[in-house]
């Protein structure tokens, strides 16, 4: 349970932030046009489709921290070294 809170809590990191964002507007918008272009142009925007298309730019933000966040942890694991 503790890594989850430690995962929550890089959500807001300064230094995960800036790439995870440009991932999310990169990534976000991509998927923005796919799934919502087409209502978008066509004035066919509701309620429940503005609340999906925030999940396509916020569902790229979580998966960039967590890869970093991975990251991060495994490179600060003391290394073990094997004795023969």
């Given at each position: 349970m503790e890594s989850v809170k430690e995962y929550?809590?890089?959500l807001t990191d300064s230094e995960l932030r800036p790439t995870a964002l440009r991932v999310a507007l990169v990534v976000g918008s991509i998927l923005f046009s796919i799934n919502h272009?087409?209502?978008?142009t066509q004035g066919q925007m509701s309620r429940d489709r503005?609340?999906?298309?925030s999940m396509t730019?916020?569902?790229?933000?979580?998966?960039n921290v967590h890869g970093?966040?991975?990251?991060?942890?495994?490179?600060q694991k003391p290394v073990t070294s094997l004795k023969t």
């Amino acid at each position: 349970m503790e890594s989850v809170k430690e995962y929550l809590s890089s959500l807001t990191d300064s230094e995960l932030r800036p790439t995870a964002l440009r991932v999310a507007l990169v990534v976000g918008s991509i998927l923005f046009s796919i799934n919502h272009g087409w209502a978008l142009t066509q004035g066919q925007m509701s309620r429940d489709r503005w609340v999906a298309a925030s999940m396509t730019y916020i569902v790229p933000y979580m998966v960039n921290v967590h890869g970093q966040y991975i990251s991060r942890t495994r490179r600060q694991k003391p290394v073990t070294s094997l004795k023969t």
